[in-house]
């Protein structure tokens, strides 16, 4: 829309830039750069950047910002994590409220499923468990406004416990009979639930201590193969089966994430285009608010997904392999590092390139951005909106949903950023997670050629500037320049960009004026 | 009836020797690009006199006035100043000369006093701080001279535009301006404001200021022009002196054609009612309720004073601001139209007075512009854009409405004022509207576009479409309207049909009172 030929000039302008420092990478450093490893993450980085840069590029070229993009990304890698966290529960666990030694009682959860003779694991801590046999079941009594059944057990618990502050004392859980146990296969009794793989077995034992096992899978007869032999193990244990419970499945916590944040966007276009409030306020409360959030859902503890290495972790480190190896080696070894060459496929030392697989869904991104914001309605709506609202208006646009939905799709596109940088690092501390991202997009989508003013930028180039970001932060390690001068080289080269862009435009007119 | 007037060559100059000349402007050239603005132009102007420069759009006016202000700088000529060479880099420059531009868009900080407008960048000040009691004096006397009796405490912002133009012509004043230049001064005043402002003229040049006054309303040329300059097409065209300055020979000066059949009335159809307004209450004009209707292939006229409440009115009618009560009836249905797109779905268009906010986008191509309203009408089920009906759409419209540009490609704030509002009113004919509101629709337009404009209007209205247009130029209401309303305050004061319209009871109307003897004397 509009000028297209300064647009392309634009990208044309950073593609030089982007193509000037590579080469400098490879002369200065080829042994490090030209690695597959390093190449590889590169085009990770870039891919994980690059959707939070196109993200706000809508919101850009509707003549808005967003500045809460880093702690919305925090947010929903955090909610990703608390929505996949998983916990290990006993089958048919209940709580007990009440412990008495001289009664010889246990009072548990009315909603307990135990019958007299059923022989139960008690655990309160380290010092506080035990095996014990339920020798009668008595009626159902209030306790503190809970209802609960008095269980007389036997043995008779050693020392009293009562709840305190509303909370239950313990838990205690049903039993099964370890029928046989041989190297890493246990057989339980008949009635025992069934387990699958990744849920777990603890083993007790009243004079010995208990053990927790995997179940690796279900093998013939009903034996539970367990991951790892234990010799210490034998039929005088109990077994105690443990179920892994996930909060939610991972469709559904991915769904749920994307839910989240799509009404956080919705929030912020509605607050700036009914409210009459500006963006920059806007977000800048959603980064206080959500960074804060996050912190205090996750109890301000680091997270992750150690429970999906299997899953979400092969989806992260994963890589579709090119078929193509090689690897830059000095021909000289004394020699210094301008004596080089690139040995291929079965070359010795010569390692298989691939491709991230987030960059597959970069490339899934950028596409569907691209249709979007030229082909559409909506994106050419978007384009008209962000040059000039009121005269967009009085053509029967409706600019506020258009604004509204550029919010909307920066809110998802940073959700999606958020869970691809999530599960990518597998460690989230939401204090520090995706700090300054918001920074990093924007300084993306300008350098790309997005003007602040509105209605200017192009998808491509928000990627190429994300790229060159990219490899700036890659030549900063490269070039072993002080990392203390990241910022003041990132920042630079911003500048500069952005100037030498003012500056041909200038050219540009001044030049076309002469012409004419 | 379109008979070529050929220019008077180049350099015929009536006026009097150069000693005699406060300014005068040799061969002057400006180009922009793919356009030749200024050619070769010159002129002179004597102390205490009123020179008048006109010509349609485009003609290059704005461009020579910018160049003696200094704002633009020309590609080649003279400038003199009291006969001595000059240039100006800046209206700084151009200042210090004693040369000022009044804007068209007055340059005033509202939210600063009428004293520190006056003084705005040349505060008296001792060590950084400024002296606003001395501000304060200065600017009354400043004041006194142009005949405005406020305090210079009062904020810029709650003066009236007419007001406002008083202080601006003040800060030049202040400046000691020996040459006030006024780009189209009474374009957004009240009749009462403008023959204020021509006293002010008036006294001024007494006073020895000369005046370069630029306006497309040859009433007022006439009425206040010792000699006209008329520019066509970036070129020196004639000049006009004393007796010669007639409007018939301004007209014909400027377009270069005879204009007997200005407005050419075809026979239209009068059909069913189209738009139907009850009791609606604008929120500008809480206190009032306006009725009227529009029947299809009418041509119904909305006149009244500038602020009288009438865009107000369409802005109700097409969603724009949303109405206090009243209900709006599009062909006997009760509609509710909450927001432009609407108004839109209903077979409302609007042709807004403020044509490069509201009308257009301007740095977005003709074809963007034309396309943009039935984008999203013509799209795809998935919502892809259908860009060969845009070009089609587009080309038929810059053939149908003669839109002069190089290409459909063509950013639209290269076009001339004309061009740009056919480029308007090609968007919604595109939409093929039942009814077109029109606010001002020959603002800013040169009069070959104008009358391109009227002819479309009525050949619209022989389409059946239902046209209801608000025009402060009451020779436009009655030339083309079949019957009108008159606003007066933010209420309708009265309805005259055709045999009924002349500038007399209209201007009683839009007055509301007897203020008839200032309505005669600026028709």
Not at chain 1, 322 to 327: E, K, R, S, V, W
């Amino acid at each position: 829309m509009g000028d297209r030929g300064t647009g392309l000039l634009k990208i044309a302008g950073i593609t030089t830039l982007l193509l000037l420092l590579w080469c400098i990478l490879i002369w200065e450093s080829p042994l490090s750069f030209l690695t597959p490893n390093n190449l590889e993450n590169l085009l990770r980085r870039t891919a994980l950047y690059g959707v939070l840069g196109i993200g706000v590029a809508f919101v850009i070229i509707s003549s808005g910002i967003d500045l809460s993009i880093g702690s919305l990304v925090c947010l929903a890698a955090c909610l990703l994590a608390l929505f996949l966290h998983v916990d290990y529960v006993p089958v048919g666990q209940v709580d007990v409220w009440e412990v008495s030694a001289d009664d010889s009682t246990i009072s548990v959860a009315a909603d307990h499923g135990f019958t007299e003779g059923d022989e139960l694991w008690y655990y309160k801590d380290r010092r506080n468990k035990g095996l014990v046999k339920v020798a009668g079941i008595g009626g159902t009594e209030i306790l503190d406004g809970t209802p609960v059944t008095v269980l007389t057990v036997d043995p008779a618990p050693k020392r009293d416990q009562d709840s305190e502050d509303g909370k239950p004392v313990g838990k205690i859980s049903s039993t099964f009979d370890v029928i046989n146990y041989e190297g890493n296969a246990a057989e339980l009794e008949s009635n025992a639930p069934n387990l699958k793989h990744n849920d777990k077995v603890l083993f007790v034992h009243n004079s010995e201590t208990s053990r927790e096992k995997t179940v690796d899978r279900t093998g013939e007869n009903n034996q539970l193969i367990l991951t790892d032999e234990d010799s210490g193990l034998n039929a005088e244990f109990r077994a105690v089966p443990i179920r892994k419970t996930p909060y939610m499945s991972i469709p559904l916590a991915f769904l749920s994430v994307f839910g989240i944040v799509l009404c956080l966007g919705v929030i912020h276009g509605l607050l700036i285009t009914r409210l009459k409030m500006q963006p920059f306020v806007v977000t800048l409360c959603g980064l206080l608010i959500y960074r804060g959030l996050s912190r205090w859902l996750t109890n301000d503890q680091t997270v992750g997904f150690i429970e999906y290495q299997e899953t979400l972790g092969k989806v992260a480190t994963g890589r579709w392999e090119t078929g193509i190896q090689f690897m830059p080696v000095k021909v000289d070894p004394a020699g210094d590092a301008s004596s080089w060459k690139l040995v291929w496929d079965s070359a010795e030392g010569a390692q298989m390139f691939g491709i991230p697989y987030s960059f597959f869904i970069f490339l899934g991104v950028i596409f569907t951005a691209i249709i979007f914001l030229n082909l559409t309605v909506w994106g050419r709506h978007l384009q008209a909106v962000g040059r000039n609202e009121e005269a967009a208006r009085y053509s029967g646009i409706s600019t506020h949903r258009i604004t509204t939905l550029a919010y909307v799709l920066c809110a998802v596109l940073t959700g999606l950023g958020g869970v691809m940088f999530a599960i990518d690092s597998n460690s989230i501390a939401p204090s520090s997670f995706g700090n300054f991202f918001e920074l990093y997009a924007i300084a993306a989508a300008v350098l790309g050629g997005c003007s602040l003013r509105g209605g200017e930028g192009s998808i491509l180039g928000v990627v190429v500037g994300t790229a060159l970001m990219q490899t700036l932060y890659n030549s900063i390690v490269l070039l072993k320049i002080p990392d203390e001068l990241e910022f003041t080289i990132i920042g630079a080269v911003i500048l500069f960009g952005v100037a030498g862009d003012e500056l041909t435009r200038m050219l540009a007119a001044k030049f076309r004026s002469k012409e004419a | 009836m379109i008979a070529e007037q050929n220019c008077i060559p180049l350099n015929v100059n009536k006026s009097n020797s150069l000693s005699e000349n406060l300014l005068e402007v040799h061969r002057l050239s400006k180009s922009f690009p793919g356009v030749r603005a200024l050619h070769q132009v010159s002129l002179t102007l004597k102390p205490g006199e009123v020179l008048s420069v006109i010509g349609e759009n485009g003609a290059g006016k704005s461009t020579l006035m910018k160049i003696l202000a200094g704002v633009q700088s020309a590609d080649s000529g003279e400038i003199f100043v009291d006969g001595k060479k000059t240039a100006f880099d800046s209206t700084r420059a151009a200042m210090d000369h004693g040369i000022v531009l009044i804007h068209q868009e007055l340059n005033l900080c509202d939210n600063l006093n009428v004293g520190q407008n006056i003084f705005l960048g040349r505060e008296p000040q001792k060590f950084g701080i400024v002296n606003s009691r001395e501000i304060s004096q200065k600017s009354e006397e400043f004041l006194k001279r142009v005949g405005l009796s406020v305090s210079p405490k009062t904020i810029v912002g709650r003066l009236t535009i007419g007001k406002q133009q008083m202080v601006e012509i003040a800060k030049a004043l202040s400046v000691d301006a020996r040459v006030l230049i006024m780009d189209e001064p009474t374009s957004s005043l009240s009749s009462k404001e403008s023959a204020s402002l021509f006293e002010l003229i008036e006294s001024l040049r007494d006073q020895g200021v000369s005046i370069i006054y630029i306006s497309h309303r040859l009433a007022e040329v006439k009425r206040l022009s010792d000699r006209v300059i008329v520019l066509r097409d970036g070129e020196y065209c004639n000049e006009l002196i004393g007796d010669e300055i007639t409007h018939a020979n301004m007209v014909s000066n400027m377009v270069g054609r005879d204009i007997s059949q200005f407005y050419s009335r075809t026979p239209h159809k009068i059909g069913e009612t189209v738009l139907k307004v009850n009791q609606l209450r604008t929120p500008h004009w809480p206190q009032h309720s306006v009725s009227l209707k529009v029947k299809a292939g009418e041509i119904v006229g909305l006149a009244g004073l500038v602020g009288s409440g009438r865009t107000e009115l369409l802005r109700s009618i097409f969603g724009i601001d949303r109405p206090l009560s009243g209900s709006v009836e599009i062909d006997k249905q009760t509609v509710k139209i909450r927001n432009p797109k609407e108004a839109v779905n209903h077979g409302i268009a609007l042709v807004p007075e403020d044509r490069k906010q509201h009308g257009l986008i301007i740095d977005l191509s003709v074809q963007d512009n034309i396309g943009i309203a039935g984008l999203q009408k013509h799209a795809s089920r998935f919502g892809f854009a259908n860009f060969q009906k845009q070009k089609s759409d587009t080309e038929i419209m810059i053939d149908r409405l003669g839109i002069k540009t190089p290409s459909d490609r063509q950013i639209s704030k290269f076009l001339s004022g004309g061009n740009q509002q056919k480029v308007v009113l090609g968007k919604w004919l595109s939409m093929a509207p039942k009814l077109l509101l029109l606010d001002e629709p020959t603002r800013g337009v040169d009069i070959g576009a104008k009358q391109e404009i009227y002819q479309l209007i009525e050949k619209l209205a022989s389409e059946s479409m239902a046209i209801l247009f608000v025009s402060s130029e009451l020779e436009e209401v009655i030339g083309i309207s079949d019957r009108a309303y008159v606003m007066h305050e933010g209420q309708l004061t009265g309805e005259l049909d055709r045999s009924e319209l002349n500038e007399e009871s209209i201007m009683r109307l839009a007055t509301n009172t007897a203020e008839l003897k200032e309505a005669k004397h600026n028709g």
